[in-house]
């Protein structure tokens, strides 16, 4: 009984399963994987730390996601230039490393004025 709990939960910590954009539509990657290689593609921007990443539920099945990320980063750039340098990174990480989509991206300043978030996808 142990190991089936102990499996339930191991299962549970990696998140949902996204469909990658593949022909037979079988390959999937779990949340937890597809969120640690993106927090790793923003923090390869200098002076950007990748302190979080989401990638809200969008329709079942659709191979584009949202990506929602909390960046620390250093005064030495404008904030505006250093989050456009790391949603660019994070889009090429998206599309090329995981073969996932971007619904969306948006550029400029965050709409809900949030200076310290920054994030590709509305």
């Known amino acids: 009984m142990d190991r089936i709990i102990a499996a339930v939960r191991a299962e549970a910590q990696l998140g949902r ?66 989050a456009a340098q790391v949603r660019r990174a994070v889009a090429y990480a998206t599309a090329h490393e995981l073969g996932l989509g971007i619904a969306a991206e948006w550029e400029g300043s965050h709409p809900t004025g949030h200076a310290r978030h920054a994030g590709v996808g509305t």
């Open 17 to 82: 399963l996204l469909p990658l954009d593949d022909p037979t539509g079988q390959l999937r990657i779990t949340e937890t994987a597809a969120a640690r290689t993106l927090r790793r593609a923003g923090g390869c921007v200098p002076g950007a730390l990748a302190a979080g990443c989401r990638l809200p539920p969008l329709v079942p099945a659709d191979t584009r996601v949202t990506v929602t990320m909390t960046l620390a980063v250093t005064p030495d750039q404008p904030l505006p230039a250093e």
